[in-house]
């Protein structure tokens, strides 16, 4: 069997790394210097050099400089279209409060207790006069009878402040200012009730605010048929890409089975569109004027059902990716090539750069890539000869493919690995194409009802079966490992083991094991020496989270307590905050501190506490005020929390602090009043809404 690795026939994926790299640099390193243009038009002028010298000499020795520049220039097309978003996405706002002229692009969202509007900022009012923005922004509306009654189109005038966007300052915490600017929003603000008014409604619409009111039609007709609770959720995930009514029951019980990738619109379930209407125009294959009409029909039916989902990211890239195999198919009998993948990611990289940073652009093209480059040696390690045998063992051999390319990515952002995602696709694959195509009919036939009511009922049926074969993998024993951590560099280094790996055992290059056995001597080194660095790990964290004021104090992995002033559900409330750093020191479940509790080195009596030495003091109401004392507690960190109105100077003859600690869930008002306390006070002290979370070793 020929291993479909050699690079020369590939020409598109050659091209591919050099624009990759020239986004990983605008964006990693030439973006936060300031000085892109100057960057730019040096590398530039050092491609004109080089394309110069080539011409003026033309000599067959200089013939290399012909695949430099290319190279070059792709480098510079990566680093210029990178910086060209970023500029466009970035937004100097006004530090003080003005008037803003919004208008919602999306229908708002409903979260626990705010409204989140999409909407973009069109003009701003200041002393200086009115000024047209047009940057995108997320404003967040104080939830009310009102602000429910929101729509897309409606124009809004807000009092407030908008921020550029930014993390929290938690360790280890998901990126979600950079998440934010790759999704093209340029900041964020909140207004509470009577800082905004409905302006007027704009009944205009771009053609993806069209595609989703359609979104919307359909998402109502599936309502109509009687879908509702769990399988109506589960549908409008699969067959529109409509997630905000999954429930977080249904994520987990997906996300273990090793199911999730279901449940996001995109290559899966294109794929198994691609193939029905390629089945359905199968008697076009003869002639080679209809082979060419079978795909022009096939690639509209596929951008016609993009459109219908709202043009989500995820499909459109799966629709590109299916077109251009369309395309290909013209030509040949085996479209689905390396090369064919490099040309999709090469488009939508340069339609948009942010691609890269993905997760389901990630995934997608790795697992595509594992299934092209190792499905076809896997499946034939093994000798199937009946039918089902075949298709069975052929679904597992795709499976294991993919996984084996896509398990890095995975166990990066998830930390999580499914043990029986085999089970889970032999059971699940079938189940979703049935679906699929069940739906499709159903959404079709609405012009016979009876029809369609039979449909709706075996789709139903469907769905329920699904969810029930996900929740029986989900309960077998072992069905997933938990609390995997992954840095960057141990993505890349799996990533090398994979190569040489390939290499050795599927092309028999004894080179490539020189290489495969010390990549995998420093994987194990970069573990060992990030076991003795988590050592010492005992610490005291004070988290920035808004709705949970929390200290964590740290013993040891097995050890850990949380000091909150929150009573329920404390772990579930940090859960954005702390997770990813629980799962990177391996943290067993915190402890909840009662009010009275006594151990080794740690001593807690309601609201003040003493840990390896270091004492805390958590404000979080009017408890201590009007009370005097002869002499003030030492105390390390006073802790000031929500509920507490008074002033710090009441608190400063009973405590003489040696930091103070303003927590997020402070209000702007109270904690410039904090602040400027202290500094007349003389007082150290730390925000942590500006400075992030402050962790302090012992």
Same mark, same amino acid.
């Given at each position: 069997?020929?291993?479909?690795?050699?690079?020369?026939?590939?020409?598109? +994926?050659?091209?591919?790394?050099?624009?990759?790299?020239?986004?990983?640099?605008?964006?990693?390193?030439?973006?936060?210097?300031?000085?892109?243009?100057?960057?730019?038009?040096?590398?530039?002028?050092?491609?004109?050099?080089?394309?110069?010298?080539?011409?003026?000499?033309?000599?067959?020795?200089?013939?290399?400089?012909?695949?430099?520049?290319?190279?070059?220039?792709?480098?510079?097309?990566?680093?210029?279209?990178?910086?060209?978003?970023?500029?466009?996405?970035?937004?100097?706002?006004?530090?003080?409060?003005?008037?803003?002229?919004?208008?919602?692009?999306?229908?708002?969202?409903?979260?626990?207790?705010?409204?989140?509007?999409?909407?973009?900022?069109?003009?701003?009012?200041?002393?200086?006069?009115?000024?047209?923005?047009?940057?995108?922004?997320?404003?967040?509306?104080?939830?009310?009878?009102? #602000?429910?009654?929101? @729509?897309?189109?409606?124009?809004? +005038?807000?009092?407030? %402040?908008?921020?550029?966007?930014?993390?929290?300052?938690?360790?280890?915490?998901?990126?979600?200012? #950079?998440?934010?600017?790759?999704?093209?929003? *340029?900041?964020?603000?909140?207004?509470?009730?009577?800082?905004?008014?409905?302006?007027?409604?704009?009944?205009?619409?771009?053609?993806?605010?069209?595609?989703?009111?359609?979104?919307?039609?359909?998402?109502?007709?599936?309502?109509?048929?009687?879908? *509702?609770?769990?399988?109506?959720?589960?549908?409008? =995930?699969?067959?529109?890409?409509?997630?905000?009514?999954?429930?977080?029951?249904?994520?987990?019980?997906?996300?273990?089975?090793?199911?999730?990738?279901?449940?996001?619109?995109?290559?899966?379930?294109?794929?198994?569109?691609?193939?029905?209407?390629?089945?359905?125009?199968?008697?076009?294959?003869?002639?080679?004027?209809?082979?060419?009409? @079978?795909?022009?029909?096939?690639?509209?039916?596929?951008?016609?059902?993009?459109?219908?989902?709202?043009?989500?990211?995820?499909?459109?890239?799966?629709? !590109?990716?299916?077109? +251009?195999?369309?395309?290909?198919?013209?030509?040949?009998?085996?479209? /689905?090539?390396?090369?064919?993948? &490099?040309? &999709?990611?090469?488009?939508?990289? /340069?339609?948009?750069?942010?691609?890269?940073?993905?997760?389901?652009? %990630?995934?997608? $093209?790795?697992?595509? =890539?594992?299934?092209?480059?190792?499905?076809?040696?896997?499946? #034939?390690?093994?000798?199937?000869?009946?039918?089902?045998?075949?298709?069975?063992?052929?679904?597992?051999?795709?499976?294991?493919?993919?996984?084996?390319?896509?398990?890095?990515?995975?166990?990066?952002? $998830? #930390?999580?690995?499914?043990?029986?995602?085999?089970?889970?696709?032999?059971?699940?694959?079938?189940?979703?194409?049935?679906?699929?195509?069940?739906?499709?009919?159903?959404?079709?036939?609405?012009?016979?009802?009876?029809? %369609?009511?039979?449909?709706?009922?075996?789709?139903?049926? =469907?769905?329920?079966?699904?969810?029930?074969?996900?929740?029986?993998?989900?309960?077998?024993?072992?069905?997933?490992?938990?609390?995997?951590?992954?840095?960057?560099?141990?993505?890349?280094?799996?990533?090398?083991?994979?190569?040489?790996?390939?290499?050795?055992?599927?092309?028999?290059?004894?080179?490539?094991?020189?290489?495969?056995?010390?990549?995998?001597?420093?994987?194990?080194?970069?573990?060992?020496?990030?076991?003795?660095?988590?050592?010492?790990?005992?610490?005291?964290?004070?988290?920035?989270?808004?709705?949970?004021?929390?200290?964590?104090?740290?013993?040891?992995?097995?050890?850990?307590?949380?000091?909150? =002033?929150?009573?329920? *559900?404390?772990?579930?409330?940090?859960?954005?905050?702390?997770?990813?750093?629980?799962?990177?020191?391996?943290?067993?479940?915190?402890?909840?501190?009662?009010?009275?509790?006594?151990? !080794?080195?740690?001593?807690?009596?309601?609201?003040?506490?003493?840990?390896?030495?270091?004492?805390?003091?958590?404000?979080?109401?009017?408890?201590?005020?009007?009370?005097?004392?002869?002499?003030?507690?030492?105390?390390?960190?006073?802790?000031?929390?929500?509920?507490?109105?008074?002033?710090?100077?009441?608190?400063?003859?009973?405590?003489?602090? %040696?930091?103070?600690?303003?927590?997020?869930?402070?209000?702007?008002?109270?904690?410039?009043?904090?602040?400027?306390?202290?500094?007349? +006070?003389? /007082?150290?002290?730390?925000?942590?809404?500006?400075?992030?979370?402050?962790?302090?070793?012992?």
């Amino acid at each position: 069997m020929q291993f479909p690795l050699h690079l020369h026939r590939y020409p598109f +994926l050659r091209f591919l790394v050099p624009l990759i790299l020239g986004i990983y640099f605008s964006h990693s390193f030439l973006h936060e210097t300031g000085c892109g243009g100057i960057v730019i038009s040096l590398l530039l002028l050092g491609y004109f050099c080089s394309f110069l010298i080539y011409h003026h000499f033309k000599k067959y020795t200089y013939r290399w400089l012909t695949g430099v520049s290319i190279y070059w220039l792709l480098f510079i097309i990566g680093t210029g279209i990178t910086e060209f978003h970023l500029s466009t996405t970035h937004h100097q706002w006004s530090a003080e409060k003005c008037i803003y002229k919004v208008l919602l692009t999306a229908p708002p969202t409903e979260k626990e207790r705010t409204i989140l509007c999409p909407v973009t900022v069109l003009t701003k009012r200041d002393s200086c006069g009115i000024h047209s923005i047009q940057k995108d922004i997320l404003l967040y509306l104080t939830k009310d009878s009102i #602000s429910r009654r929101l @729509k897309r189109g409606d124009q809004l +005038l807000f009092y407030g %402040q908008i921020s550029a966007p930014h993390n929290s300052g938690n360790p280890e915490e998901f990126d979600y200012a #950079s998440y934010l600017i790759h999704q093209g929003i *340029s900041g964020t603000a909140f207004a509470y009730t009577g800082n905004w008014l409905s302006a007027g409604h704009n009944s205009s619409r771009t053609i993806e605010q069209i595609a989703l009111d359609y979104r919307e039609m359909l998402l109502r007709k599936i309502k109509k048929l009687g879908f *509702s609770g769990d399988e109506y959720s589960v549908l409008s =995930a699969l067959v529109l890409g409509y997630q905000n009514e999954l429930s977080e029951e249904i994520k987990t019980s997906y996300s273990i089975s090793g199911a999730s990738h279901v449940l996001s619109l995109s290559g899966l379930h294109i794929g198994f569109l691609y193939f029905l209407l390629d089945f359905i125009l199968s008697f076009a294959n003869r002639r080679k004027e209809s082979l060419v009409a @079978k795909q022009l029909i096939i690639i509209t039916a596929l951008w016609g059902f993009a459109f219908l989902t709202g043009l989500l990211s995820p499909v459109v890239r799966s629709v !590109t990716m299916f077109s +251009l195999i369309a395309l290909s198919k013209i030509r040949n009998n085996h479209p /689905v090539t390396l090369n064919t993948l &490099a040309v &999709a990611a090469l488009l939508m990289l /340069v339609y948009n750069p942010f691609y890269l940073y993905d997760v389901s652009f %990630q995934l997608s $093209f790795s697992a595509v =890539a594992g299934i092209v480059l190792l499905q076809p040696w896997i499946y #034939s390690r093994i000798n199937v000869k009946s039918r089902i045998g075949k298709y069975i063992w052929g679904l597992m051999s795709v499976s294991i493919a993919a996984q084996a390319i896509t398990a890095p990515i995975v166990l990066y952002y $998830f #930390s999580l690995f499914s043990t029986h995602f085999l089970l889970t696709n032999i059971l699940v694959i079938p189940l979703v194409s049935g679906i699929m195509y069940l739906a499709v009919f159903t959404l079709c036939l609405e012009f016979i009802p009876p029809i %369609q009511s039979i449909l709706a009922f075996l789709l139903k049926e =469907a769905i329920k079966l699904l969810n029930g074969s996900v929740a029986f993998v989900e309960h077998l024993p072992f069905s997933s490992i938990n609390g995997i951590w992954l840095s960057t560099t141990d993505v890349a280094i799996l990533y090398l083991v994979l190569l040489f790996f390939t290499f050795f055992f599927i092309l028999k290059k004894r080179w490539a094991l020189f290489c495969l056995l010390p990549c995998i001597l420093f994987l194990c080194l970069f573990h060992a020496e990030e076991r003795y660095q988590q050592q010492s790990m005992r610490s005291i964290v004070f988290y920035n989270t808004r709705n949970c004021p929390t200290i964590q104090l740290i013993e040891s992995k097995k050890t850990s307590y949380l000091f909150s =002033a929150e009573k329920d *559900s404390v772990p579930q409330k940090l859960r954005y905050a702390a997770q990813r750093y629980w799962t990177k020191l391996g943290l067993s479940n915190p402890l909840i501190l009662p009010p009275d509790y006594q151990g !080794t080195g740690i001593w807690k009596h309601k609201d003040i506490l003493c840990f390896e030495g270091k004492t805390i003091c958590m404000i979080k109401d009017d408890t201590w005020r009007n009370k005097v004392s002869d002499h003030p507690l030492y105390i390390d960190y006073l802790y000031l929390c929500k509920g507490y109105k008074g002033r710090l100077a009441w608190l400063m003859p009973l405590f003489n602090a %040696q930091k103070i600690v303003i927590d997020a869930s402070v209000s702007d008002y109270h904690r410039e009043s904090f602040k400027k306390e202290c500094r007349l +006070l003389g /007082v150290n002290f730390v925000s942590l809404s500006e400075k992030g979370a402050l962790q302090i070793p012992l």
